[in-house]
């Protein structure tokens, strides 16, 4: 079956520090890939996603590239900032319309 | 992007009685709904898919008499969580899969509390 492992955390940085969180991902066949971020009382919200192999997601200045070699989808961000804190979730999906496989979250907790 | 909502946002029943929590895609239509449910610095678990008009597809361990799930229309699935139990304590988020994007949208989930 599908699954997601992603480093544990907690992740405590400084602001302006380089992000990595790492993600790699089980699955059958060529799944899109996602990362989520769940903000303090708020709901998932998607951040970005690669649907094919050596695509590259990127928003909010996080980027992620599928990696089909390695299986892999490690999430980076260049300058982190004190509101980048939220529980990011890495996560899978084999078809359009099906459930999604996510990784147990990773905690980061940015210091100014 | 689209909103999903759901109701109740937090609910505290006694053992042994029935919860109903409604999940709403309020500016899309969704022929396709999923459920998932959290525990405390765990994942979420997908628990079934929810296919407007026909019966839901329960993922492997999730019983389907326990949690009854109905999707009777394009923008409404409702979970029953049936003879509650405290271990059936947790937080239920639902999902609505917008075709146009090909996109989920999450809700902003369910605190179940049972005593």
């Known amino acids: 079956g599908n699954s997601v492992t992603q480093m544990e955390g907690p992740v405590t940085l400084s602001e302006e520090a380089f992000l990595t969180i790492n993600c790699t991902y089980t699955?059958?066949?060529?799944?899109?890939l996602f990362w989520y971020v769940q903000y303090p009382g708020e709901g998932l919200q998607l951040l970005l996603k690669a649907t094919k192999a050596d695509d590259k997601g990127s928003n909010k200045g996080f980027e992620a590239t599928y990696r089909k070699e390695t299986t892999s989808f490690h999430l980076e961000k260049g300058s982190v900032q004190v509101s980048d804190s939220a529980v990011y979730f890495c996560a899978l999906r084999g078809g359009g319309a099906d459930g999604l496989t996510f990784g147990k979250g990773t905690h980061l907790i940015i210091q100014p | 992007g689209a909103v999903v909502s759901q109701h109740p946002s937090r609910v505290i029943c006694k053992s042994g009685t029935s919860v109903k929590i409604e999940c709403r895609s309020l500016d899309f239509q969704a022929t396709t709904m999923f459920w998932y449910r959290q525990f405390p610095k765990q994942s979420l678990m997908l628990m079934a898919t929810?296919?407007?008009?026909?019966?839901?597809?329960?993922e492997q361990g999730v019983e389907k008499d326990k949690f009854l799930i109905n999707h009777a229309s394009l923008t409404l699935s409702t979970l029953t969580v049936t003879s509650a139990h405290p271990e059936d304590s947790s937080f239920y988020i639902c999902?609505?899969?917008?075709?146009?994007?090909?996109?989920?949208?999450f809700g902003p989930g369910t605190r179940l509390t049972v005593l």
């Open positions: 699955a059958t066949g060529y799944p899109s």
């Open positions: 999902s609505a899969w917008d075709s146009a994007p090909n996109e989920q949208f």
């Open positions: 929810s296919n407007e008009g026909s019966k839901a597809t329960y």
